[in-house]
């Protein structure tokens, strides 16, 4: 199969320094099945995760046009700029990176609710949201949220739309070997999360906010 740059491809290096590189690919590889859903209810919600994914990648792509060796890991490149009083700037990585980590951690928790059967995929992202992102939004960006789960395919359309090709949709055995996929990456992803999510609460960098 067509394999996609993933999470199961990261290799954390010292001190569980998460690459950039390959962390950032594996998120950009996530943006085109925003555009399988619903493209005009998903166009804000893709637009901030893509947005996220451009800043840190901005970042990296600056310090090597600079000369510099770039930043080994995603925790370097925030020291960075803790030590450089930037990260609490709007336009720092160290936001960029917290918001990713948020949407992240709302799609582990919608595929773990697809992977546990649920047939509804309306009910897994509302599901998957009341446990993540809802807690940082104000009543506006909700009322958004709300809106565009209800514009979310069935099911089985959903799966599909996760096959490299379509002939693999249609071959023996693909959702038991989707599913088994899904639970390897899901694996990946969460170790990914765990990482940036433990940075963040030792070095104090994660805030209670709402947008
Ligand atoms: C962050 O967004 C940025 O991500 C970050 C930086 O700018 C920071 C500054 O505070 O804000 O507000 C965003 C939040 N992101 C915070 C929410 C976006 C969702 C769309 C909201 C649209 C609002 C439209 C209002 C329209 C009002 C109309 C009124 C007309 C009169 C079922 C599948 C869903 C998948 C979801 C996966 C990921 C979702 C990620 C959302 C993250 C979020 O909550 S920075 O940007 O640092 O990169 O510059």
């Known amino acids: ?3 996609q740059p993933s999470f199961v491809d990261i290799r954390l290096i010292e ?5 950039v590189q390959p962390f950032l690919d ?3 590889a996530l943006v085109p099945i925003f555009d399988k859903l619903n493209s005009t209810a998903f166009a804000p919600v893709k637009l901030d995760f ?9 970042k990296q792509t600056s310090a090597i046009a600079a000369g510099l060796p770039g930043y080994v890991s995603l925790q370097d490149m925030v020291l960075s700029e803790v030590k450089a009083r930037q990260h609490t700037n709007s336009n720092s990585a160290t936001v960029a990176l917290r918001w990713l980590k948020r949407g992240l951690e709302f799609i582990r928790e ?4 697809v992977c546990s059967g649920g047939p509804d995929l309306s009910e897994c992202a509302s599901n ?6 809802k807690n940082y939004h104000g009543w506006v960006v909700r009322g958004v ?3 565009a789960v209800k514009a979310l395919p069935y099911r089985e359309e959903f799966l599909n739309h996760l096959a490299a090709t379509e002939q693999d949709a249609k071959s023996e055995g693909f959702l038991q070997s989707l599913m088994s996929d899904m639970e390897l990456y899901l694996q990946h992803l969460n170790r990914a999360i765990q990482v940036i999510d433990r940075f963040y609460t030792t070095q104090q960098l994660d805030v209670e906010e709402q947008v």
């Open 26 to 28: 594996a998120c950009r």
């Open 50 to 58: 893509a947005g996220n994914i451009r800043k840190i990648q901005q």
């Open 110 to 113: 919608f595929l773990r609710e």
């Open 145 to 147: 949220f709300a809106v």
């Open 128 to 133: 998957a949201y009341g446990r993540t992102l």
């Open 15 to 19: 001190d569980d320094g998460v690459p």
């Open 1 to 3: 199969s067509v394999m």
